[in-house]
């Protein structure tokens, strides 16, 4: 049951962290890019 919750948690996270590479990509400006960067890295880690 552990182990289920755990790869759960990890999957979510490595999803956050995905949409924050995109957002990098395909965002014009840097405070842009940086906004994406840094909110889907507080959800994907917290």
Do not use: C, E, N, Y
């Not at 990890?10 to 965002?27: C, D, E, I, N, Q």
């Amino acid at each position: 049951m552990t182990q289920i919750v755990s790869a759960v948690l990890l999957l979510g996270g490595t999803l956050f962290m995905l949409v924050a590479v995109v957002g990098m990509l395909r965002l014009p400006d840097i405070f842009m890019r940086m906004h994406a960067i840094t909110k889907a890295g507080t959800l994907g880690v917290g």
